[in-house]
């Protein structure tokens, strides 16, 4: 009715303006909250604002977790009250099909408690006495059917589905379907759902960090069981702690290699928790690994205080990378390129490690098929820096350089190593070259190839050795430049 007639039967009533992104929003946080009892919750977003009409709803797929509560009852009743102590009224179904749930929670003539459950088998029965509205039709097709007299769910049942679909649309037909069970309906989850999930909830909320620490230590105990019974290993953990008030505070953490050390993952939390306001206490706790991968098992060895598959170090930065931030410890990858300060990147110890790139020869090559890999500087110089070099001519190596104001005398060198760029790439092939200024010191005429690099490695009088190259190759009238790109130890 309008708002003028509802005034005219109730003259007190009190109105308010809908703010439906607000409203959006708040059920959306519910939906969040209700993941404390089933990883898999949506919000209804079935009409978007018209969801609101008659207050919104909240999807949850509770499969193999009512046990957890005492049993399907036992469960809503559990759900019903805790909202109501947040000050929602709230009413619940249970059923085997999302679209009887609906029905139900919203049709159903509540007496003492504000729940309801329909057994295996009797969706059919229960649905029947319903009005066509419980099957989330759109007002015209609901006007539709009531208009030819067709009031109730049973008394579209014993009409063939081929004539309903000719007379209204396919989509009366479908949500009957659905109802029953004999056409899927798929809930997509308000976030990513993971089989490895371990949870603990309490009669009364507990705030001492000592009660929270051992609970986290137990949770990492239960989920390291799963992981290890499915052959798999953690590499993201969500920590959530659900509050008496409807907050929820998550813990993140992430491992360099995949784990299921209970321990070490129990370790990634503990340092974390004391950024946890608990004053009104935690009434649940749950434990999800959000990404895993393959683990395979490992040969403990007799002297556990030697490490010999490379846990000890991986857990060492696993530890500082959650406590200093993962941005700050990183890792060095091979990236595929033949530019020396391309060929590795930076990356966080705990991103999901990229494939080394493949070689160009097959393992059982043999060694003659094999190009050369010549060794590397220890230290390479995050961008080369140029020198003043004395060298003959044309491919020699440099004799004596000037850098960073010393000069360096040359007694043993070794090369050249030619790389080029990589033309396959945009933006790195090889470009151009414009003439270069006239000046006093270069003949006009030349010009420098760009994007070739020629590589020595050079020994000082003092046995200091350095990686440098020269920018371009000799021709008439031309002065390469020469650069210090790296330093051996």
């Known amino acids: 009715m309008t708002l003028a007639d509802a005034r005219a039967i109730l003259p007190g009533l009190k109105t308010s303006e809908a703010d439906l992104p607000a409203e959006t929003k708040a059920l959306s ?3 969040d909250w209700c993941s404390r009892y089933t990883p898999w919750t949506a919000p209804d977003d079935e009409g ?57 929670v919203r049709h159903t003539r509540y007496k003492r408690r504000c729940w309801t459950a329909i ?37 579209l049942m014993p009409i063939p589905r ?23 309906e798929p809930v997509s989850p308000l976030a990513p759902a993971s089989p490895w999930h371990a949870r603990i909830s309490f009669a009364e909320p507990i705030g001492r960090l000592e009660d929270i620490a051992d609970t986290v230590r137990n949770l990492a105990r239960d989920l390291a069981a799963m992981l290890e019974s499915d052959g798999l290993g953690a590499r993201r953990l969500t920590l959530s702690f659900y509050h008496p008030d409807g907050a929820v505070d998550r813990l ?19 340092k974390k928790l004391d950024r946890l306001d608990a004053a009104f206490g935690i009434d649940a706790i749950t434990l999800t690994a959000t990404s895993s991968e393959k683990l395979s098992p490992a040969q403990s060895t007799l002297d ?37 300060e391309r060929a590795i990147s930076a990356t966080p110890v705990t991103a999901r490690a990229r494939p080394a790139p493949a070689t160009p020869w097959r393992s059982g090559s043999s060694p003659e098929n094999r190009p050369l890999r010549r060794p590397r500087p220890l230290r390479l110089l995050p961008r080369p820096e140029e020198v003043e070099a004395v060298a003959p001519v044309p491919d020699d190596p440099p004799v004596m350089f000037r850098w960073r104001k010393q000069v360096f005398r040359i007694e043993h060198a070794d090369g050249p190593e030619r790389i080029a760029s990589e033309w396959w790439h945009d933006g790195l092939g090889l470009l151009e070259t414009e003439p270069e200024k006239e000046d006093a010191d270069t003949p006009s005429g030349g010009a420098v190839q760009d994007n070739i690099r020629d590589y020595y490695r050079v020994e000082d009088r ?28």
């Open 29 to 31: 946080r519910l939906a």
């Open 48 to 104: 978007s604002g018209a969801a609101f009409a008659g207050g919104g709803s909240i999807w949850l797929d509770v499969t193999g977790c009512a046990h957890l509560f005492g049993g399907e009852d036992a469960l809503i009743r559990d759900i019903v009250n805790r909202l109501d102590g947040l000050g929602f009224t709230a009413y619940a179904a249970i059923a085997d099909t999302p679209g009887a749930a609906w029905a139900a």
């Open 119 to 155: 057994r295996k088998g009797q969706a059919q029965d229960v649905l029947a006495s319903m009005p066509v509205a419980g099957l989330r039709l759109p007002p015209a097709t609901i006007s539709g059917l009531q208009a030819v007299g067709l009031r109730r769910i049973g008394d």
């Open 162 to 184: 081929a004539a309903l679909a000719d007379r209204f649309g396919s989509v009366v037909a479908d949500r009957l379907d659905q109802a029953f069970g004999d056409r899927p």
């Open 252 to 270: 993140r953490a992430g491992t360099s290699q995949a784990s299921r050390n209970a321990d070490h993952l129990a370790r990634l939390f503990t």
């Open 304 to 340: 556990r205080r030697r490490e010999t598959d490379g846990s000890g170090v991986a857990e060492l930065a696993d530890r500082l990378s959650n406590r200093l931030g993962s941005e700050n410890v990183v890792q060095l990858t091979l990236q595929e390129s033949h530019i020396p």
């Open 462 to 489: 003092r046995g200091r050795r350095f990686w440098v190259y020269r920018d371009g190759i000799y021709s008439p009238g031309t002065r390469p430049s020469w650069y210090v790109h790296g330093v051996f130890g």
